[in-house]
């Protein structure tokens, strides 16, 4: 029995200080797990936001489009632009093209959310 006993002690000599070593790498390794979550949680929320700006600029850019194309001819490209959503701003703006008559018209869409620039879509429209 004494033998044991002494090979007890031994060994708890040998194992002091472990659990406390033990205990900081999992803590080190769950740290870092916690971080990983972290910024994959805020990169999820930008994108969504992202992609979110994008279907709107798209959707508002096509609306337009389409009234202008619908809309009758006018001369002086003096057409409205849609009311869009409350941050959002539309531009409508009729470019002329070189060479070409006076009965065809580029017409360039510009979706703006606070300032910043979305997206730009050109079309042309035509006199018929």
Not at 31 to 45: H, P, R, Y
């Amino acid at each position: 029995m004494r033998l044991r006993t002494k090979i007890t002690a031994r060994w708890a000599r040998e194992q002091r200080g472990t659990i406390l070593a033990e205990s900081l790498v999992a803590l080190a390794i769950l740290s870092i797990i916690g971080v990983a979550f972290l910024t994959a949680t805020a990169t999820g929320f930008f994108t969504s936001g992202t992609i979110a700006d994008n279907a709107v600029a798209n959707n508002l850019a096509r609306d337009q489009l389409e009234d202008i194309k619908n809309s009758l001819f006018l001369a002086g490209g003096d057409y409205p632009a849609l009311t869009p959503p409350p941050g959002y701003s539309l531009s409508v703006d009729v470019l002329s093209i070189e060479g070409a008559d006076d009965n065809v018209q580029r017409v360039r869409v510009t979706v703006l959310k606070s300032g910043k620039t979305l997206l730009v879509v050109e079309d042309f429209k035509v006199n018929r």
